[in-house]
Structure formats: C-alpha cells, structure tokens
C-alpha cells in the first residue's frame, strides 16, 4: 500500500459527459502529480500541484482541469469526454523536491 | 522540452541472465533519474534511483549507471528471475517525462 488513495477505481460514461477523479495525498506530502497511461502505453504527465499551487503542467487538454485543495486532496476534472480519452489515471504524490514518486492504484475510465 | 527515449521496448532474457534497458534525456538540468517497476495491472513502484553527482549506484541485483555527459542512464539486472518480469520505465525532469517502458520478459 503506497498511501495514495484514488476514487473510484473504475469508472464507465458516455462521450460529452464529464467525471471527476480523486486522489488523496500519502500523508506528510506536498506535491500531487497526475498521469495518464492508455492501453500498453507509457506514463503521460499532466500536471503536477504542490501545497496547493499548480507547479508543471504537460500535455494535458484544454477540456481537462485539475487542482489541488487545502487539505492537499486533488481532483482532476475531464470533460467533454471522447472514446481517446479512456484510459488508466494515475496520482502520485511526494514530498516535494525531486524524489521517489508514491503511486495510487489508478482510476480507470471506460468511455463509451 | 524534455525528450526521454526508451530502449529497448521489449526484452526477452533467459533465468540467471542479466538485462540492461537504456535512457536518454536531453535536459541537462535533469538531475534526478528514477526507475519504476509496473507489473501487470498494478501501480508503478519505484525500484532504484540516482542523483547527478554519483555516477552509480547499487541495491542487491539492482544498479543503475549514469553518464551526464553523454545524457544517458541505464539500469541493470543480474541474475534475472521470473518475477523480474514486468514494464520498466525510466524518468527525467523531476519525474515529469517518462520513457516509453521496457517489457522485460524473464524466461524459465
């Protein structure tokens, strides 16, 4: 168990519709990244938060949005949804600086 | 931005054997070099990692090399065992560029 807790784990929705993924931080660690991994495919950054300020951003759509509350949770918002964007999500969190990342058990969602 | 390049994407090693996957990056502020482990249907785990200023580093059957000159790092097996098998992938920029994974395939 990594301390990473994502919800849900699956998740299954028709194109146009929108979804929010959780992701709760290990505790004690400051920064939350998101990744997007589709089928046999590698990790593809999104974006990244630390203690609650966006920090990177990677290729992520216009039509997705994420942030990162006080409590350090963070969500990430996919709308518009289209069948390219089923994939596995993945949050990671560490402490902040360059350093091991703690993977959640991903979100995977299903477009239909 | 950061371009890290994977290889091999697929390797196949008989039991006892050593393998060795490579990575290339171009960002030479890069100066945190991970490597993650996924096995199939799981999450990614971290396995080793090296900073900049060592040149190599070593846990059990693990070690990972790096060269800052030429930009590359490498990780290396030996002794390979079934339950090495899994998607290896490497990291560079903070965690922020992954390569494209290596599927290392241990052969009984």
């Known amino acids: 168990d990594s301390g990473v807790t994502q919800t849900p784990k699956h998740l299954i929705t028709a194109t146009g519709q929108r979804v929010t993924l959780r992701c709760s931080p290990r505790s004690g660690d400051l920064s939350v990244y998101w990744y997007q991994q589709s089928l046999d495919q590698g990790l593809q950054f999104l974006i990244q938060y630390y203690n609650g300020e966006e920090r990177a951003k990677g290729n992520i759509l216009e039509r997705f949005s994420a942030q990162q509350f006080p409590d350090l949770h963070s969500e990430l918002n996919l709308s518009s949804l289209e069948l390219g964007d089923s994939a596995l999500y993945f949050c990671a969190s560490s402490e902040g600086g360059p350093g091991e990342l703690f993977f959640g058990e991903g979100s995977r969602l299903t477009v239909l | 931005g950061e371009n890290v390049e994977q290889h091999p994407s697929t390797l196949s090693v008989q039991e006892g054997d050593s393998a060795v996957i490579k990575c290339t990056y171009s960002d030479s502020a890069s100066n945190y070099f991970p490597w993650y482990k996924q096995e199939l249907g799981k999450r990614p785990q971290l396995i080793i990692d090296?900073?900049?200023?060592?040149g190599e580093k070593k846990d059990q059957r693990i070690a990972v090399t790096l060269n800052k000159t030429a930009k590359h790092f490498s990780l290396h097996i030996t002794e390979t065992q079934p339950e090495d098998s899994a998607v290896y992938f490497c990291a560079a920029k903070d965690n922020l560029f992954f390569g494209t994974g290596t599927r290392l395939t241990v052969i009984p």
């Open positions: 090296i900073r900049s200023n060592v």
